[in-house]
Nanobody
Framework: QVQLVESGGGSVQAGGSQKLSCQASGSTGCMAWFRQVPGKEREVVATIDVFTSPTYIDSVVGRFTIYRNNAKKTTSLEMDNLKPEDSGMYYC????????????????????WGQGTQVTVST
């Protein structure tokens, strides 16, 4: 079993930036970031496959960038120009190698999950 440990997050004013990081204990296929708010389904924010091809939910295009480092077994999410609607609990997710191309955008595609980290964007 692969363990995922997240770091980063916190409170930021609208227009600010945050970086989330995720360390995996083993090799993975697709990696992704999801977010969830109370009363809503967990939704994908960004995905990245083993060849570093990214996808993004429409609302974050041009503001968020996902990265991965296969040697270090990490993924990170750089979030710029944050908006209040970006607030939520952010989860790192991964699947077993070799993974899918393109990566899945539903939570059921992913086997491993980080503990979650809160991002709060205030006006």
């Amino acid at each position: 079993q692969v363990q995922l440990v997240e770091s980063g997050g916190g409170s930021v004013q609208a227009g600010g930036s945050q970086k989330l990081s995720c360390q995996a204990s083993g090799s993975t296929g697709c990696m992704a970031w999801f977010r969830q708010v109370p009363g809503k389904e967990r939704e994908v924010v960004a995905t990245i496959d083993v060849f570093t091809s990214p996808t993004y939910i429409d609302s974050v295009v041009g503001r968020f960038t996902i990265y991965r480092n296969n040697a270090k077994k990490t993924t990170s999410l750089e979030m710029d120009n944050l908006k209040p609607e970006d607030s939520g609990m952010y989860y790192c997710a991964a699947e077993n190698p070799p993974g899918s191309r393109p990566c899945g955008t539903e939570w059921v595609f992913y086997t491993y999950w980080g503990q979650g980290t809160q991002v709060t964007v205030s006006t």
